[in-house]
């Protein structure tokens, strides 16, 4: 019997870099690279790398099994230590706006592919690690990443897949045994913190500015090639390129971005950092930086203090945000169509799509059967009361889904009693407030009743669209907490509890209650910044 070497069911297939023009210069020095969609470079070897932890299903879907997830090889490999035969690394160029202004050449700066894979079933996935070190695209940054923003960056991702949200993967947290310099908030604090790599796994990790900077550079040949080499790829249902693909193809990626964010703003995720460079040419949520959940439903939040004075990125203000995103990207596209035209047509459908979509989603939400034209008021109307004392948007919905709508005989405080859990401060709560929501409870009794919909009917609907387990900024800063001392048990529990967010788990409901007072003011569960 031969054994089989681990990781050698890992199908390598490099089309990106077979494809694309290649960077001619190969030292590993920060510079401007023109004319080419990426640069060959190596990861940097790290001292002692240690598995924190692997995404079974990542796994599963790689073909990768426990035996080849176990191996030192793995480590040594998802670490950024050994190369497997056919892999070629290499980080991307490309560009972005950020806060609303042209910032040049961007890049992966740390951020290092390792190349590609086609899994049994055909599909295609590019293994990119994050942290691997310095690359061409550095500027003046260190190319590594810690272990607090690589725990988060892991969690969440696998979060969000588990919440059917469109999201790049992770399939491993490896630390890496170094230490790594940080001025958390940028106040003259610097601290040593523990190093870490994450290895993302996306189709592409194309973004927005990755068709920017040709752009903005004059370089139509390679913007075209780039888009040919998109549609041909990861667009290939939509036909050869042409004009018309191209058309085609820009209205396929609004419909894709509005549909992200509707499932964003379902389950109260701020991503905190939309610049250009940091949305996927895929819809996938990606860049996982200073990302929040919203905890107490205030759609003017975010989590970023790198923001905190214009709130750009605040919660209410994403779907605006993707379309001002997208804007830029039809610029980027222009010189490929020469019409402004029709691509103004597509831009404005957006709004009107993304409201469609929203439209369903809080029909969703609140288990009705359909959208119908005299809703508005009952939606308007929850939006304001969900504003009026801090009320926790998660379980708030879960909790609405248990609220008796045959009952019509119920007292205000039999119909207050069931969501009051949702409440941070009850105390808050005046006569007025109570009149308010208890008014709006019992149009929404009404409303379900015109559908003739059961109670189970109901709130088996609501329970798989709101979810029960988020991942509460103060939860990921525990398990950081903890993982900072080498504890990382934390981080399996809360990824094992994420895996099934929509489930009742009996003995994880401390994971379902709301923030801890302690939470509301510190450093990492309400406040976050850019530094990582
Ligand atoms: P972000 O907005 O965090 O996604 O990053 C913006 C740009 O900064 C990207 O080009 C990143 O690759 C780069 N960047 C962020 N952190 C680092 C780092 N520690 N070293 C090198 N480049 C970085
Ligand atoms: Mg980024």
């Known amino acids: 019997m031969t054994s089989k070497t681990p990781l050698s069911t890992l199908n390598i297939n490099n089309r990106f870099v077979r494809e694309l023009p290649a960077d001619p210069v190969t030292d590993n020095n920060r510079r401007q690279v023109l004319s080419s969609c990426f640069s060959y470079v190596s990861p940097t070897a790290v001292k002692a790398p240690q598995l924190v932890s692997y995404s079974i299903e990542m796994a599963q879907q790689l ?11 793995f480590t040594q490999v998802f670490a950024g230590n050994s190369l497997l035969e056919g892999m070629q690394p290499y980080a991307q160029c490309y560009g972005g706006h950020q806060f609303g202004n042209w910032a040049g050449q961007l890049g992966d700066g740390r951020a290092i592919n390792l190349g590609e894979v086609t899994n049994s079933q055909g599909e295609h996935f590019t293994l990119q690690l994050k942290g691997a070190g310095e690359t061409p695209y550095s500027r003046t940054a260190d190319g590594l990443a810690v272990l607090r923003s690589s725990v988060r960056e892991f969690l969440c991702s696998e979060a969000m897949f588990h919440l059917g ?24 604090h610097p601290k040593k913190e523990p190093g870490a790599i994450v290895c993302r796994v996306a189709p592409s990790f194309l973004r927005f500015g990755s068709y920017e900077i040709f752009t903005a550079r004059g370089d139509i040949a390679t913007l075209k090639k780039l888009v040919d080499f998109t549609i041909r790829t990861d667009f290939s249902h939509l036909g050869e390129p042409s004009i018309d693909v191209y058309l085609k193809w820009f209205s396929e990626v609004c419909e894709r971005t509005a549909n992200m964010i509707v499932h964003w703003m379902r389950v109260g995720f701020v991503h905190g950092v939309m610049n250009t460079d940091n949305l996927s040419i ?19 939040w975010t989590p970023n203090t790198t923001d905190a004075s214009d ?24 010189p490929l169509i020469e019409q402004a035209e029709p691509l103004r047509d597509i831009l404005n459908d957006y709004v009107s799509l993304y409201d469609k979509k929203w439209q369903i989603m809080r029909t969703d939400k609140l288990g009705l059967k359909e959208y119908l034209d005299t809703d508005k008021d009952l939606h308007h109307e929850l939006h304001e009361i969900l504003q009026l004392v801090e ?5 708030f919905y879960r909790q609405l889904a248990n609220v008796d709508t045959q009952n019509i005989e119920q007292t205000d405080e039999q119909l207050m009693s069931t969501i009051m859990d949702a409440y941070y ?3 808050q709560i005046t006569e007025q407030i109570k009149d308010r929501v208890c008014t709006w409870l019992r149009q929404y009794q009404q409303r379900v009743q015109q559908d003739g919909t059961s109670n189970e009917m109901r709130r088996n609907k609501m329970n798989t669209v709101n979810p029960k387990y988020v991942l509460r900024n103060y939860m990921a800063q525990l398990a950081i907490d903890k993982a900072e001392q080498g ?8 990824l094992e509890l994420l895996r099934h967010p929509y489930d009742e788990q009996i003995d994880k409901e401390e994971f379902a209650v709301k923030r801890p007072d302690w939470a509301r003011h510190r450093a990492g569960c309400s406040m976050l910044s850019c530094s990582s």
């Open 391 to 395: 009320t926790d948007m998660t379980i």
């Open 425 to 427: 401060d009850p105390e």
């Open 165 to 188: 949200i469109p999201t790049t993967r992770a399939l491993s947290l490896i630390t890496t045994g170094e230490l790594v310099g940080r001025d958390m908030f940028y106040d003259g």
């Open 311 to 334: 709130r750009r990125y605040r919660f209410g203000h994403q779907p605006q945000i993707a379309q001002w995103n997208l804007f830029q990207l039809a610029n980027a596209i222009y």
């Open 487 to 494: 504890n990382f048990d934390m981080v399996n529990e809360l």
């Open 282 to 300: 895929l819809g996938l949520t990606i860049d996982y930086g200073p990302y929040g959940w919203l905890e107490g439903y205030d759609p003017d």
């Open 63 to 73: 073909g990768l099994s426990s035996y080849d997830c176990d191996s030192d090889l």
